[in-house]
């Protein structure tokens, strides 16, 4: 089956600039989550989608970063405006709805550098 | 609130030698506990999971509740098994996931 499909997969912005990711979830899946992984960390959730609702996004910081999941298939993030703090590797998944055997698929992330 | 924690950052082995990678949680509930993996320059990939009790590329991992961790083991280290390791934990009605800091496994020939 296809992956899971992130763009860019680089992004070099100013600080104070915007940016934003796509993601294409693995057909199917209704949840898709976004991470935020900084060099030396773990993977940090930003926030949950189910289908086009948001089921989590308490780690996600509201003042700048906001995300959408229109019709509940693609996503797309946003960092507007960016800080030098936000440099990382946003890693978007997906998986299917229900508990028991399911994992997360990841994306190969999108590496943003903020200078 | 839930928590995963790794607390090796870098673990070196030598080939042939026996490998274990720790990982300890703390939830209220129970929780379903994974292992995930990220070789170089690949993307992020389950390994295993503790419902499955399965043994993957020569890795098992056993979830004690006990002494809320769920290590993952390898009896004898090859050299393709240098990779980042990652514990994760799902849990509550929309399956949040949580991941600890990570480990890399570095096996030396």
Not at chain 1, 5 to 23: D, G, L, N, T
Not at chain 1, 53 to 68: H, Y
Not at chain 2, 29 to 39: I, R, T
């Amino acid at each position: 089956e296809a992956g899971v499909a992130q763009s860019p997969r680089y992004k070099i912005i100013e600080k104070r600039q915007s940016v934003a990711f796509w993601c294409n979830p693995i057909s199917g899946h209704a949840t898709l989550y976004w991470y935020q992984q900084i060099l030396g960390q773990g993977p940090k959730l930003l926030i949950q989608f189910q289908n086009n609702g948001v089921v989590d996004d308490s780690q996600l910081p509201k003042d700048r970063f906001s995300a959408e999941r229109l019709k509940g298939v693609d996503s797309t993030l946003k960092i507007q405006p960016a800080k030098l703090e936000d440099s990382a590797v946003y890693l978007c998944a997906s998986s299917l709805i229900w508990a028991g055997n399911t994992e997360a698929f990841f994306g190969q992330g999108t590496r943003l550098t903020v200078v | 609130a839930q928590r995963v924690t790794q607390p090796e950052k870098l673990l070196s082995v030598f080939k042939g030698a026996p490998v274990e990678l720790k990982c300890n949680y703390s939830y209220s509930g129970s929780p379903e506990l994974f292992w995930y993996v990220q070789y170089s320059r690949q993307r992020l990939q389950l390994l295993l999971r503790h419902i499955s009790r399965e043994s993957i590329k020569g890795f098992t991992a056993d979830l004690n509740k006990g002494e809320t961790s769920f290590h993952l083991k390898k009896p004898f280290a090859q050299e393709e098994d240098s990779a980042m390791y990652y514990c994760a934990l799902r849990s509550g009605g929309y399956q949040k996931v949580t991941f600890g800091t990570g480990t890399k496994l570095q096996v030396i020939p």
